[in-house]
């Protein structure tokens, strides 16, 4: 069974996400979606409304689950029997800071990391500049699933 844990903070979750997830589910058998928590980190969302946006957004996806954690990815990975992560790059910068961590995961444990290139049309998207247009009163909503809504 290939499992494959895509790590993030999901803050909100993107279109470019939900796009990575997507292309993702046929070389799959499973793909958990685990957010990770960082107490030294300000969030947006809380950690429930980042976990309800993604498990709406993939209600209908049964290859898909979402989880939370603390820790290293590879921890979870072991804890969890994934031999995969999956990681999304939109741009050369995104490749040179996740190649240096997966060389390094893949030193500290035999997982390997599998990345897949956004979509062109979802490759802008991040969800630091979605939270910018969301604190500035922008239309945000084609930058998101449908289930990401301010309240």
Do not use: W
């Not at 903070?9 to 470019?16: E, Q, R």
């Not at 980190?41 to 209600?59: A, G």
């Not at 979870?76 to 790059?89: E, N, Q, S, T, Y």
């Amino acid at each position: 069974m290939r499992k494959a844990i895509f790590p993030g903070s999901f803050d909100p979750i993107t279109l470019g996400h939900e796009d990575i997830i997507k292309r993702s589910i046929s070389l799959f058998d499973e793909i958990v979606i685990a957010i990770g928590v960082n107490a030294e980190k300000k969030y947006m969302f809380s950690l429930e409304e980042r976990k309800q946006f993604i498990e709406e957004t993939f209600k209908n996806e049964p290859k898909v689950s979402v989880i939370t954690y603390e820790g290293l990815t590879i921890d979870l990975c072991h804890k969890i029997k994934a031999d995969f992560i999956l990681r999304g790059l939109r741009n050369p910068a995104d490749f040179e800071f996740e190649k240096a961590i997966a060389h390094t995961n893949r030193r500290l444990s035999k997982i390997e990391t599998v990345f897949l290139l956004t979509a062109a049309g979802t490759s802008y998207i991040s969800s630091s500049i979605v939270r910018d247009v969301i604190r500035n009163g922008g239309k945000y909503e084609m930058l998101v699933p449908n289930a990401v809504r301010v309240k």
